[in-house]
């Protein structure tokens, strides 16, 4: 990292010694590296297109009308029905895509008194989604009857469907359109669909359902677990990092004993266990699974954190600060830890593809019923020759796993200053 | 720079601090005692290693424990002793009453922070200014230690900008609260010759303005020269020669100083640089007696390996730790030389 300073340094200060530009911090000179590495954005726009898709997917598949006109009278049922944690989802994702226009508003406000812009406008936005978050919860009972919608289609003057106008969750009537390949294959199953529908684009499964609407639920899962788990971690990480790091002595004695007894436990075996344990109506075993998760996975980056300590403790800034009476805890948030975070960066977004990879393996093991790409993969391994169950659920896994590898690897290339282009 | 008082701010006495390793106890600073007149300059004199910067360090109570502690002495700001005061009293000392600049302008800011944040958070810490009335001073501060355009370098990163103005803006930092003492750490030696000049012009520009005392730290006599009225000279973790400058300069009575003076080039004597025989011994390991006598050529091998010289007062403000002082006087008031060229 020392390297990287001083790289750093040749980089953005021309020969006069006059600085090139605008002040450049250390996060705008990463992402102009991630951004010259086409395989990390390809890999990132296919993560955001995924969220966004499973964000979405009430609009992209489902069997509630997104307007309805019946007897000249005009609603919009699926804004009825969403859940709050889908709308909340859907701000949370609006504000993400907002937050560089709100930086640029908040620039001139924020140099004003010295205060950075990323940080206000994350706070602006971190406080608009609480409020929103707050609002949604506190006030709002989505309607959970989806009044037979499907059915009465032909009763509406207007009805304007998802892309896929399909149940969700499929009944008897759906049981008759089981198994069948994609649609737009049509010559392969003439008897279900004409040629070239798009009515199922990737087949259905074993009761009816349609593969695409369960591929889009499967990411929410898969998202979900990969954020939450390795936030969690993340954050025990770090701190226990920091601590061990800039303790030592005994303090990293026992920290790191107890790192040690947790990379030693099984996690798949202990995550099989509090499911059995916990019962589900007070955590659903989903939230078992992401509660372990994190509090095992943590071991990683602790490790990673506690060695940046121990160079960042030696550094002459740090002597500095605490020259200047700067006390210890402000000294480990504020001064310490942004400098050892970039390494941290790389192990969370591998960690993300680990944690989608073992939720699948959960679910394909039938330990987890919440929909999932791995359930999927599970279904469609007892019927290999409908090989639409397994290829596309089997792609979901592998792309999206894929991807979060190509993203860490080009974050990692990205902060290493030997890997400059 | 004249002194308007001469009363004592910082009186340091018989200050010992210790590194507890593996290896053994390293005695890095030994009795060492010091006064600092309000106003006025104290320069710190001595190779690398002698304990300069831990002696600052221990003023400051910033030596890293584990291995290090101060095992005695006491650290007298206007009367108060550091040593014995809590935590949170000593933080507010840091920085505010007491503040210290670095020898490496390159590594002793924080790369991830912009200079002005640093500087403003030394003032938010110590003040109750808010961000913007913070914001003021900060601009102003850089203004002052001679960083041009300040309201837009403010916001530039610390690779942004050269080695000089870096130490600059450590200046700024270590003054925004109007301290009564800056420790002053080596500031000149790692900037260029002229760079040095201008931050040491700065120094006492600054000094002069604010009425602050300035513990120097440094190998270099000419900077001592230039800074200071009055010179400890340490070695081995002890100060072995103390006097004003002019005093020091014409009349140095420790072979040690001596041999200091001797080993650093001037335009007068175009001669071979006389070096003092042998290396610094380590402080794990520190020699018996007078811990100069292996590589001294006073050493009369009994006395001097035996016991330890005290400091003792020759005359006038002058002090010395040797047990042949007087023979250091003979053998200059004879021109001759101490050390072979």
């Known amino acids: 990292m020392t390297d990287g300073r001083t790289t750093r340094v040749a980089t953005s200060v021309t020969p006069g010694g006059e600085p090139a530009g605008p002040p450049r911090t250390y996060g705008s000179i990463v992402w102009g590296q991630l951004k010259k590495r086409p395989s990390a954005m390809v890999s990132l726009a296919f993560i955001v297109l995924l969220a966004l898709a499973a964000i979405l997917a009430p609009f992209i598949g489902g069997e509630v009308p997104i307007r309805w006109v019946e007897g000249g009278e005009a609603s919009w049922p699926i804004f009825r029905c969403l859940t709050n944690g889908e709308y909340v989802a859907m701000v949370a994702f609006l504000l993400g895509a907002l937050l560089p226009i709100t930086i640029r508003l908040v620039r001139p406000g924020a140099e004003q008194v010295g205060a950075s812009p990323m940080l206000r406008a994350l706070a602006i936005h971190a406080a608009v989604l609480a409020v929103v978050a707050g609002l949604l919860f506190g006030m709002r009972e989505p309607e959970r009857s989806y009044g037979f919608y499907l059915e009465r289609a032909d009763e509406a003057e207007t009805a304007w469907f998802p892309l896929i106008a399909y149940p969700r969750n499929p009944g008897f009537s759906e049981l008759p359109f089981k198994e069948q390949p994609p649609s737009w294959l049509g010559w392969l199953a003439p008897e279900s669909y004409p040629p070239g529908s798009w009515a199922h684009p990737l087949g259905t499964g074993r009761i009816g359902d349609d593969v695409l609407i369960r591929i889009l639920y499967g990411a929410r899962t898969a998202l979900n677990i990969g954020f939450v788990a390795v936030g969690i971690s993340l954050a025990i990480g770090v701190l226990l990092g920091a601590i061990s790091g800039n303790f030592g002595g005994w303090v990293d004695l026992v920290l790191m004993r107890v790192a040690e007894i947790v990379m030693s436990i099984p996690r798949l075996i202990l995550i099989i266990i509090m499911i059995t344990v916990i019962p589900e109506r007070w955590i659903p075993p989903i939230w078992t699974v992401v509660l372990v998760l994190g509090v095992t996975g943590w071991t990683g980056t602790y490790r990673l954190m506690r060695a940046e300590l121990f160079r960042i403790r030696g550094e002459d800034y740090m002597t500095a600060a605490r020259a200047l009476g700067v006390r210890t805890g402000r000294l480990l948030i504020r001064h310490a830890i942004p400098n050892g975070l970039a390494p941290i960066l790389v192990g969370a977004t591998f960690g993300i593809a680990g944690a989608v990879f073992l939720e699948v393996t959960l679910a394909f093991l039938g330990l987890v019923q919440t929909p999932s790409w791995g359930m999927m993969l599970n279904d469609g391994r007892q019927h290999l020759e409908y090989w639409w169950l397994w290829v596309t659920s089997g792609s979901a896994i592998f792309l999206t796993v894929f991807a979060y590898n190509l993203l860490g690897e080009g974050i990692r290339d990205a902060i290493d200053p030997r890997l400059r282009i | ?341």
């Open chain 2, 1 to 341: 720079m004249t002194e308007t008082t001469t009363d004592t701010l910082l009186a340091v006495n018989g200050l010992t601090t210790r590194f507890f390793t593996e290896e053994g106890v390293s005695r890095a600073v030994e009795e060492v005692s010091f006064q600092i007149p309000r106003g006025g300059t104290v320069a710190l004199v001595g190779e690398s290693g002698c304990g300069k910067t831990v002696t600052a360090l221990s003023i400051l109570r910033l030596v890293p424990d584990p291995p290090g502690r101060i095992v005695a002495g006491a650290v007298h700001l206007d009367g108060t002793d550091l040593l014995t005061l809590p935590g949170d009293a000593m933080r507010r000392v840091r920085g505010n009453r007491i503040s210290m600049i670095f020898q490496e302008p390159m590594t002793s800011l924080n790369p991830v922070f912009t200079v002005g944040d640093q500087v403003l958070e030394a003032l938010l810490l110590h003040t109750d200014v808010d961000r913007a009335e913070g914001r003021r001073r900060t601009v102003d501060m850089l203004r002052k230690v001679g960083i041009p355009d300040p309201e837009r370098r403010l916001d530039e990163y610390p690779h942004q900008m050269s080695g000089g103005m870096r130490q600059r803006v450590m200046i700024a930092i270590s003054l925004v609260c109007g301290p009564e003492l800056l420790i002053a750490d080596e500031p000149t030696t790692a900037l260029d010759v002229t760079i040095q000049a201008q931050i040491l012009d700065l120094l006492r520009d600054l000094q002069a303005d604010l009425g602050m005392s300035v513990l120097l730290i440094t190998h270099d006599l000419g900077v001592v020269a230039e800074m200071a009225r009055h010179v400890a000279v340490m070695y081995l973790g002890r100060i072995v020669e103390e006097a004003d400058i002019r005093d020091l300069f014409d009349r140095p009575l420790h072979p040690y100083t001596v041999g200091l003076f001797r080993s650093r080039p001037t335009l007068q004597h175009r001669e071979r640089l006389a070096s003092i025989p042998g290396l610094v011994p380590s402080p794990m390991a520190v020699p018996s007696g007078c811990s100069f006598h292996p590589r001294c050529p006073l050493s009369d091998g009994e006395r001097c390996v035996r016991e330890r010289p005290p400091l003792e007062t020759k005359h006038a403000a002058h002090s010395v730790a040797c047990w042949h002082a007087d023979r250091v006087a003979e053998v200059r008031d004879r021109g001759e030389g101490l050390y072979e060229t």
